[in-house]
Nanobody
């Protein structure tokens, strides 16, 4: 299983970015896909997740209303659209996959760095 995250970069506060995570080696529709982030000196936290149907995605309170998670089953890809970025969104963003109905994310991508300058 491989999860390949991309789309990070350096942007100014208020800008937008779209992260992508291409999955291979798994049956994409069986997995809940999640986006996590880890800022320097902080613990990793979940940002958003989306099930196979795309209905009822989850968002952390700090990003709700600014970030949108989506998935394209034809491309085995999950996206994270990030609007109105803030300096506190600066982190390495990881995508992860967990089999539907389970608690633990089993597969992780390599991370992509998002840096938001003030």
């Amino acid at each position: 299983v491989q999860l390949q995250a991309s789309g990070g970069g350096l942007v100014q506060a208020g800008a937008s970015l779209r992260l992508s995570c291409a999955a291979s080696g798994l049956t994409f529709s069986y997995y809940v896909m999640g986006w996590f982030r880890q800022a320097p000196g902080k613990e990793r936290e979940i940002v958003a997740s989306i099930g196979w149907s795309g209905n009822n995605p989850y968002y952390a309170g700090s990003v709700k209303g600014r970030f949108t998670v989506s998935r394209d089953s034809a491309k085995n890809t999950v996206y994270l659209r990030m609007n109105s970025l803030k300096p506190e969104d600066t982190a390495v963003y990881f995508c992860a996959a967990k089999f539907a109905g389970t608690e633990k994310y089993s597969y992780w991508g390599q991370g992509t760095l998002v840096t938001v300058s003030s």
